[in-house]
C-alpha cells in the first residue's frame, strides 16, 4: 500500500546529518474533490532509532506537505551505525526504512 | 520647494520598489537550493524502476531491452543524448516517445493503451512520468548532447527554432514572448530564456521535474503540452514531430550541461 520511501545518513563534522523522503498522500480533510471531502489520512508518528534507541519521536500532522522530506541533526552516532525510520498515519498504515551511516 | 519634496517622495517610491524585487530574487534562490537539496523526484526513480523491470503487455515483457540511443538496455547516458535520430524508426525521437515505442515493440502493447493516460495527477502519477524519471536519473553526470549531425536532427532542430520563435494561438502568443526576455516570471516562477544557451543548460539538466507546488512528477511532454495550453493553441499531439522539435531545440540550447535531473521545482 504504502510508496517508497528512502533514508540517507551522513556524517557532517561532529553530528550525523539524516534525512528521509517519504511517499504520502498527506490528506488534510479539507480539501473537496467533487463536493465530497477527501478523508484525512496524514501521518501522525514519526520514529527515528540509531542502533535501536530511538532518538527522534514526531508528531506531526496535517501541515506537512504531500510527500514530506525530513532532515535531523543527530550527535554521538558514527560510520555504520544502524538508522530506521519509520512512520505511522491515522489509518494506521505503516512504513520504515533502514540505511547505515557513511 | 514643491518639486523637490516631489522628487524626494519619488526616490523614496522606486526604493520602496526596488528593494522587495531584490529580497524577492534573493528569497526564490534559496528557496530553489533548499527544494533541491534532498526531493521527493527520489521516490519517483525507485517506482519507475520497478515499472522498468516489470513483465506487462500481451508480451509478457519488461522494457529492460529498450534501445535509448546507446544500444540495447543501456539506460547510463541515454537521457542526456537525447532526442537523437533512430534509424530503425527514421524518427527523431525523445525519451518518452522512445520508450512509447518500446511498450509498442517489446511489450506489443497498442499506442492507444500505452498512451491512454501521458499525464498523471498527484494521486496517481502516470507510468511514463515514473518511467522517465528513472531513465532520466541514469544520465547524472552525463553532458547533456543530443544528435545534431544526422539530417533528420538538423530538420528537427531547425523546426523547433522556428517554432519556439512562431507566433500563433489566440493569444498570437510564442515561446518566446515569455521565454525570449530576462526577468519575466509568472506568480513565482522565473520564466528562463530558453533560447539563451547560458540560461538554458541549467534547466535542460534537471527536466524531468519534481514540483514542490502540486506534488507532481513534470514530464518534458508535459511541459511544452501545458506552455501550448497557456497560449491556448490547440493540443498538441504526444510525441509528434513538432512537440520533439521543440524538446531538441531547446537540449541542443543545452547542451553540455552536466545533466543533474530528475529536477525539482516551484
Known amino acids: ?102 | 520647494m514643491r518639486a523637490s519634496g516631489c522628487s524626494a517622495l519619488l526616490i523614496a517610491a522606486f526604493a520602496l520598489v526596488a528593494a522587495p524585487v531584490a529580497a524577492q530574487a534573493a528569497k526564490a534562490t534559496k528557496y530553489q537550493k533548499m527544494v533541491t537539496e534532498e526531493s521527493p523526484a527520489e521516490l519517483f526513480e525507485l517506482v519507475g524502476e520497478d515499472l522498468w523491470k516489470k513483465k506487462q503487455g500481451p508480451k509478457k515483457a519488461s522494457l529492460e531491452k529498450c534501445d535509448l540511443g546507446k544500444g540495447p538496455g543501456v539506460l547510463k547516458g541515454a537521457y542526456a543524448a537525447l532526442p537523437r535520430y533512430f534509424k530503425d524508426v527514421d524518427q527523431v525521437m525523445d525519451a518518452e516517445t522512445r520508450m512509447l515505442h518500446c511498450m509498442m515493440t517489446l511489450q506489443g502493447r497498442s499506442k492507444k493503451e500505452a498512451l491512454k493516460r501521458p499525464f498523471g495527477n498527484a494521486n496517481k502519477p502516470s507510468e511514463m512520468e515514473y518511467l522517465t524519471a528513472y531513465v532520466a536519473g541514469q544520465s547524472r553526470g552525463y553532458k547533456v548532447n543530443p544528435g545534431t549531425r544526422h539530417p533528420m536532427e538538423k530538420f528537427s532542430y531547425a523546426l523547433g527554432e522556428k517554432l519556439f520563435f512562431a507566433r500563433t494561438g489566440l493569444y498570437d502568443f510564442s515561446c518566446a514572448s515569455c521565454h525570449g526576455e530576462e526577468g519575466k516570471r509568472i506568480r513565482a516562477s522565473e520564466l528562463p530564456v530558453l533560447s539563451n544557451p547560458a540560461v538554458a543548460r541549467p534547466v535542460m539538466a534537471t527536466w524531468p521535474a519534481y514540483r514542490v507546488s502540486n506534488s507532481q512528477m513534470k514530464t518534458m511532454q508535459w511541459r511544452i503540452n501545458n506552455c501550448y495550453r497557456q497560449m491556448r493553441t490547440p493540443q498538441p499531439v504526444w510525441g509528434s514531430e513538432v512537440v520533439n522539435a521543440v524538446h531538441m531545440y531547446m537540449m541542443v540550447t543545452g547542451k553540455g550541461a552536466v545533466y543533474a535531473g530528475p529536477g525539482t521545482k516551484r
Not at chain 1, 23 to 52: A, C, W, Y
Request: no cysteine; charged share 25%.
Open chain 1, 1 to 102: 500500500m504504502a510508496g517508497p520511501m528512502k533514508a540517507r545518513a551522513r556524517m557532517r563534522g561532529n553530528y550525523t546529518d539524516i534525512r528521509v523522503l517519504m511517499s504520502h498522500p498527506m490528506e488534510t480533510g479539507l480539501r473537496k474533490d467533487k463536493g465530497k471531502v477527501v478523508p484525512k489520512h496524514f501521518i501522525q508518528n514519526l520514529t527515528v532509532k540509531l542502533n535501536g534507541t530511538t532518538v527522534v519521536e514526531g508528531e506531526i500532522s496535517q501541515a506537512m506537505s504531500r510527500n514530506p522530506v525530513f532532515s535531523f541533526r543527530v550527535g554521538g552516532a558514527k560510520k555504520g551505525d544502524k538508522v530506521e525510520i519509520s512512520w505511522l498515519d491515522n489509518k494506521g498504515d505503516t512504513n520504515k526504512t533502514e540505511t547505515a551511516v557513511a
